[in-house]
């Protein structure tokens, strides 16, 4: 072989490694984004759990079953100590204690889990109850109503992400998508 061709042959592998380096990087993006796919879709099978799991309880503590209570009769949103200590720390890990712990729906009110689902693990969920507006349930009620809303926050630190891709935002807090359900008496 001459210079000339050990030159083009050179230069024809170079081309090749750099089509290997680009063919192996689009499959790993590929898989990125199919884990981060389904990590949407794993969420929100995972907030329908707990939501289901919470609205099979008492709307209230204090709900007697006539359905005829005043709202002041309800209590404010949370679990008793009681309830607390039995749980144990939060985050919660399988097999989740809340189901046989709490008794109504607004004990999950600062209820946390971490939950593995699909072959992902390390999903974060957390929950807030509050009482809302009759006539507005997107709106706080900063006293005892007839409904309750629950807020579930899912996220994951590596494929839960925003439109530009991030898993945090600015602030360095992990994105979340946030799933809602309502509770009436």
């Given amino acids: 072989m001459n210079l000339g061709q050990t030159m083009i042959t050179s230069g024809m592998f170079v081309l090749l490694v750099m089509s290997v380096i680009s063919a192996n990087r689009m499959l790993v993006?590929?898989?990125e984004i199919t884990y981060q796919a389904e990590a949407a879709e794993l969420s929100a099978t995972i907030a329908e759990d707990l939501m289901a799991e919470a609205s099979a309880k008492k709307f209230d503590v204090y709900d007697d079953g006539t359905g005829t209570q005043s709202p002041w009769d309800f209590g404010d949103c949370g679990c008793s100590p009681e309830e607390a200590q039995a749980l144990g720390p939060l985050p919660?890990?399988?097999?989740f204690k809340?189901?046989?712990?709490?008794?109504?729906?607004?004990?999950?009110?600062?209820?946390?889990r971490i939950v593995d689902a699909g072959g992902i693990s390390g999903f974060k969920v957390s929950v807030s109850v509050y009482y809302v507006d009759e006539y507005d349930p997107d709106l706080p009620s900063y006293w005892q109503t007839y409904f309750k809303k629950m807020e579930v926050r899912v996220s994951h630190p590596k494929y839960i992400v925003d439109k530009e891709g991030r898993t945090f935002d600015k602030d360095g807090k992990a994105v979340e998508i946030v799933y809602t359900t309502l509770m009436s008496y």
């Fill in 29 to 31: 993006e590929d898989t």
């Fill in 92 to 95: 919660d890990r399988a097999p």
């Fill in 98 to 112: 809340s189901d046989s712990v709490f008794s109504d729906f607004d004990d999950y009110n600062g209820y946390s």
